[in-house]
């Protein structure tokens, strides 16, 4: 999932504070060479070799690779059965310290021709919003932390952070993560009533949290054993959904969206599919602030 391609995975910011002209060219990504000790390693590339960063008045285009070296387990082992098989026929048994500085060994060897795995998250900043391609904590802290490297400034956006509701109260759902609130479990239960929104009535997908903390997932034809859920007092964390037809996921409490289908448009440059596409997904998010503000009138504290 990503932005230009594909089913659409997105992450909202309000970007708080940048630099007028942004530098990209001071995050440049650096491939890990052979025999280096380092295993992970990120930075910023561009849409498309040699292409733009900046691609219209106050509107960037970035995408965020990251390479990480997993060793892989069944190698390491292997390898170190040879080091102990030689230890043995030079020295005697090896003792556990020795084991310890053998398996480093193998390890060591092994980085010498790594094969890191790599990871892209496309990004994409219009009217001092930044939108990211992923809904993944890992993948959304590497991003932001390039960014804060050279000067902007973050946070989530969100209904509740946009209006700085305060937390209603709450026994039942664990708020882990900046950004989370207990607010998008209550909008995801009102979306249920909405006449233009329904869960997805045969591959669905749902999370709750009972009352007593115990975490479901449903999976399939939700919707009679979700609603026994909710009149027994549950809390939806997160949904596959249909708004007016469109199919995607929600996550309640952080605000997330993934799955959310897209076509390919019948562009000639990358610029123009990238915008389309764009299009539809803020749409998309417009679309959900408006249900928001709407559904949630009656919760909302009045001004």
Not at 3 to 27: H, S
Not at 104 to 130: G, Q, R, T, V
Not at 246 to 261: A, C, M, P, Q, Y
């Amino acid at each position: 999932m990503g932005l230009l391609n594909g089913a659409v995975a997105c992450t909202r910011f309000t970007i708080l504070n940048m630099p007028e002209e942004i530098p990209f060219d001071q995050l440049p990504f650096r491939a890990i060479t052979p025999g280096s000790a380092i295993r992970e390693r990120s930075g910023v590339v561009p849409y498309k070799p040699e292409e733009p960063f900046l691609i219209g008045a106050g509107r960037w285009a970035f995408r965020v690779r990251i390479d990480k070296v997993l060793l892989d387990s069944t190698l390491i082992n292997e390898r170190l059965m040879e080091l102990i098989k030689v230890e043995e026929e030079n020295v005697g048994p090896p003792s556990p310290q020795t084991r310890r500085q053998l398996r480093k060994l193998a390890e060591d060897e092994l980085m010498e021709h790594p094969s890191p795995k790599s990871k892209i998250i496309e990004c994409y900043i219009e009217n001092l919003i930044l939108y990211v391609g992923s809904t993944s904590k890992g993948h959304i802290g590497a991003v932001l932390e390039l960014l804060q490297r050279v000067g902007i400034e973050v946070e989530y956006k969100t209904p509740w952070i946009d209006r700085g509701l305060d937390e209603p109260p709450n026994e039942i759902v664990d708020m882990k993560e900046p950004g989370q609130s207990i607010w998008g479990c209550r909008f995801l239960q009102k979306l249920m009533g909405d006449p233009e929104t329904i869960v997805e009535p045969e591959k669905g997908s749902v999370k709750l949290v009972t009352g007593d903390g115990t975490k479901v997932t449903l999976a399939g034809p939700v919707t009679r054993e979700l609603d026994r859920l909710l009149d027994s007092g549950s809390e939806m964390l997160s949904a596959k959904v249909l708004v007016k037809e469109v199919s995607f996921s929600l996550d309640g409490l952080t605000f997330r969206i993934s799955g959310f289908k897209l076509d390919n448009f019948k562009t000639t440059h990358w610029i123009e599919q990238l915008e389309e596409r764009m299009e539809h997904v803020k749409g998309l998010w417009g679309l959900l602030d408006h249900k928001f503000e709407m559904l949630m009138a009656d919760e909302l504290p009045q001004a």
